[in-house]
Each structure stands twice: as C-alpha cells, then as structure tokens.
C-alpha cells in the first residue's frame, strides 16, 4: 500500500520536471532516427525488427536508463528527505518498489510511444506480430535491468553526476560483453573460459532470443535475477549506511 | 511515553552518544541542550527509528523502536534537523502524500491536511511549490508533516533554528500548547527558549547527560541566576582541549 504511495509520488515527481519528458523525446528521436539511417528500415524489409529497431535499444539503454534513474536514492540522501522516509511507519523495501516500478513507468511510456513504427511494418507487409511483442518485452527487460544497477549505484552515492558515470559505465559494460565483435576481438587474446565469463554478464545473449520470439526460461531467470539481486543491494545499502 | 535506556551510538571510533538514559512523561516538555556535536540529533535519529543504535534501546508509548519499528513510528512525529522536503511538491500534495504513507486516507486526509496547515499557518502557500517557499515555510511544512496523525510523541530537532523571532515566538507557543497532552522532546541550543517553553531541560555533552531539571532548578544550581553560566560551566567548549 505504501509502495503505491510512493510510486505515485516518484512518477509525478518526473513528469513535474523536464526529465521524463526529455529522456522520452531522446529516446523517441534515436530510437527512430537510428532504425531508419543506419537501420536501413526501408531497404532490408526487416519486418520482424530485429536489427533495423530493437539492435539500437540497447545503446540507447546504456546512455539513457542511468538518466532516468540517478536521482532515485542520491538526490533523497542529498536533500535528506531520506531521514523523513526512514522515519515514516514504511519499509524499505515498499521505497525501493515504489521507486524503481516508478522508473520503469516512465521507460514503459516511453517504448509505448514507438508504436507507430509498428503500424508502420503491419501497413507494409506482414510482420510476426509475436515477435514484435517478444521484442518489446526484450527491450523492456534490458532497461528494466539497467535501472536497477544505476538504483543501486544511487543509494551508494548523494551526487548525481557520480551516480551518472558510474552507471552508465556498468551499463556500457554490459552491453559490450557478449557484442559479437568485442567477443571475437577478446577470443583472440583470452581462453575460451573467460570469453564464457564475459559473454555471460552482457545483455545480448538474452536480448537476442526474446528478439526472434523466443521465450526461454533461462533468460527471463537471468533478467529476474539482475535486477532482484540489484534491489537487494539497494537495500542492503541503504541499511548499512545508517550503522 | 519515551524511555531511553542506555542508549549508545559509536561512529567508527567515535562514540556520539554514550549510555544515555532519560524519559519524558505525557504532558511534559523536554528541552534538550547541548553544544554543537553534543549527539543531540543522533539521539533522536536513534529513538525515531532512523540510524539503529549501537546498544540500548528506547521505548515509545511502550512500544520498542528495535523490535517494532513500524508500529513505533506510527507513534511519533518527526521534524528532522533541516527540515527535509521534496521541493518538486506543492505544500499541499507533501502533506497529503505523508498522510498517505501514514495509512490516513479519504476525508480523514483532508481533514488531517487542513489542520495540520492551520496548524503552522500555512493558509496562504498551501498550492505554493515547495521550491519557492521562503526558509520559514518550508521549516513550517516541515512542522505540518509531523503533526498529521495527531502523535503522541513530537520529536524536534531544532525547531526554531532559522527563523525569525516573529515566527520563533510562534513555534515556541505551539511546542507549548501541544506539550499539554502529548510527551515532546525538543532539542535547541538557546537558552531563553528552555524557560520560554520547557517543563524540563537536559544538557547533554559529548553524549551524556550533565545536568537534569526544570528550569527553575537548573537556574539554581548554576549559582549565578543564568542558565547561560551553568551551561558553559557543564559543557566543553571545542576551543578547549578535551580532558583526556
Ligand atoms: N552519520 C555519521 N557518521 C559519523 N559521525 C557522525 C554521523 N552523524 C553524527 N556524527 C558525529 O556524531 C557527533 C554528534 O553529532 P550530532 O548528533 O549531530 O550532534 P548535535 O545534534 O548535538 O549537534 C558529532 O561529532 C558528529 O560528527
Ligand atoms: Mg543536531
């Protein structure tokens, strides 16, 4: 119940200020902009949009999802609105929800927005429909996991601007790892092993699969995992700073 | 209504609060007195339930901040030292969203809202951004959000700090006329507020209580008829070397 408090005044919060809307205008004009240049929309006839849209999310994602979620715990510690939280009949963990499903909110409306790319691909041919859910769900997740990491990063730091960098470098990191070109690159100067390892903790091999409509179990383990394991250090956080 | 038993907090090395023991009684006004860095805030961060303390423990309404804190906090208003505020909000949707989380809703909020906001006079900034608001305000909001349930125990970290004597005056009078039937403990470092509005003053330093009373008593005891005297005479001051 309180959670839901919260997410409301997390989510009006954002659309109070220019932040949400400027992340969703960004978000809208690289999303789209990228699919129809380098994407080739028109050319390949990808109709699935696997490589001309959903190939760019999670570039755009590792700049971006740590834009949306820097301010959730750094600014509370900076103005000290955490001392009146803390002392409010709420759980942690009813602020963590709260605030991270009210971040995920404003990435929900944001790829909600690029539908017409989707009418667009229906009024030209006739694309696998499932796919494209299974893509967007895909996407979802990825952003979904690069909110937690920066929401965790958040609650370890009361600036912003080192919430900022320190996120969006874990979140180029992962989407790195697991490129095919950086792998093939690291394959020839490391052990298959360590390729494995690194391949592992980037975000391609999951984001793929739901890509070209597959739902597999392993991957929805995996998203579920980051990000329970992410709030879980958020909270893990918060907690031990005030000892 | 509030038990303080031994309570301690260490930072690293630093002990800011040392086996502190004290309770404050339902109709009483506890002033609580203490030079800068005496561990007055960490104190009452402890008894609201924000930083866990170290050892000890302390009770409101009966009720343990260790072993229960959510129902203790439903017990206390809390106005923090710098009177934190969201200032993307209105005065009125803060208010509204801390009665939220409170569990006050439907015309029971309202109500709760509009009291508390004539409370602190808040009449006139009420649809205000909080951001626009003047110290004194927004101090006031602060003030608000602590006393929409209607708390048995009102725990202020300086309340007056940084407002004008005009609005001083008018804190003092309300921290007055609500000690009547609940259990405050108030925290300040100006002396004349300890006789403008307390039952009963401690002076705390470097974490312990050295001296207890009302202030008739503490004004006694000090031997020269001003509490300013006995406070210089019972606290470091940090320009002199602390007795090792
Ligand atoms: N979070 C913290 N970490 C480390 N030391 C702290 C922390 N909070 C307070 N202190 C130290 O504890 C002592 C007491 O501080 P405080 O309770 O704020 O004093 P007061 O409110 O009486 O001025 C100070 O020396 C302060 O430096
Ligand atoms: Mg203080």
């Known amino acids: ?243 | 209504m509030i038990e303080v038993e031994n309570l301690t907090k260490q930072f690293g090395s630093k002990r800011a609060v040392d086996d502190l023991s004290f309770t404050v009684t339902k109709g009483e006004v506890l002033g609580f007195l203490g030079p800068n860095g005496a561990g007055k805030s960490t104190t009452m961060r402890m008894i609201t339930g924000f930083f866990p303390p170290s050892s000890g423990d302390a009770k409101v309404c009966g009720i343990s901040v260790i072993d229960q804190p959510r129902q203790a906090k439903t017990k206390i208003g809390y106005l923090p030292e710098s009177a934190p505020l969201y200032h993307d909000m209105t005065v009125l949707g803060f208010l509204k969203f801390c009665a939220s989380v409170r569990g006050i809703s439907g015309n029971a909020k309202k109500d709760a809202v509009e009291k508390a906001i004539e409370t602190c006079f808040l009449q006139s900034v009420a649809k205000q951004s909080i951001d626009t608001l003047s110290k004194g305000y927004r101090h006031r909001t602060c003030l608000a959000q602590s006393l929409l349930h209607d708390p048995e125990v009102l725990i202020l970290d300086e309340p007056t700090d940084g407002l004008d004597p005009n609005q001083k005056h008018e804190v003092r009078q309300l921290i007055k006329r609500l000690g009547k039937d609940k259990a405050i403990l108030f925290s300040t470092h100006i002396l004349e507020e300890v006789e403008a509005a307390c039952t009963r003053a401690v002076i705390v330093d470097r974490g312990r209580i050295v001296a207890d009373g009302t202030p008739a008593e503490l004004i006694k005891q000090s031997g020269t008829g001003s509490l300013t005297d006995l406070f210089r005479s019972v606290t470091t001051r940090d320009t002199e070397q602390p007795a090792a």
Not at chain 1, 9 to 23: I, M, N, W
Not at chain 1, 169 to 194: H, N, Q, W
Not at chain 1, 198 to 217: E, K, P
């Open chain 1, 1 to 243: 119940m309180s959670a839901l408090t919260v997410y409301k005044r997390e989510l009006s919060s954002y659309f109070a200020q220019p932040t949400a809307y400027a992340v969703i205008v960004i978000f809208l004009l690289l999303s789209m902009g990228l699919t129809f240049s380098f994407g080739q929309f028109m050319r390949i006839g990808d109709a699935s949009l696997e490589w001309s849209f959903f190939f760019w999310h999670p570039w755009i994602y590792m700049l971006l999802a740590p834009a949306v979620g820097m301010k959730l715990w750094s600014d509370e510690q900076r103005t000290g609105t955490i001392e009146l939280l803390g002392t409010l009949p709420l759980s942690t963990w009813s602020a963590i929800l709260g605030k991270y499903l009210a971040a995920a909110s404003v990435w929900l409306v944001a790829l909600a927005l690029t539908f017409p790319i989707v009418l667009t691909v229906n009024h030209l041919g006739n694309p696998d429909n499932g796919a494209i859910l299974s893509g967007y769900i895909g996407s979802f997740l990825v952003c979904c996991t690069f909110l937690a990491i920066t929401m965790l990063v958040s609650a370890c730091t009361r600036d912003q601007v080192v919430c900022l960098i320190v996120s969006v470098a874990a979140c180029v990191t992962m989407v790195l790892c697991g490129y095919d070109d950086f792998t093939r690159e690291l394959g020839k100067i490391a052990s298959p092993a360590i390729v494995e390892g690194v391949v592992s903790i980037g975000v391609w091999d999951h984001f793929r699969s739901l890509n070209r409509g597959l739902l597999r179990l392993q991957d929805a383990v995996w998203f579920a995992s980051f990000i329970f394991v992410s709030l879980l250090g958020t909270s893990a956080i918060l907690s031990s700073k005030r000892s």
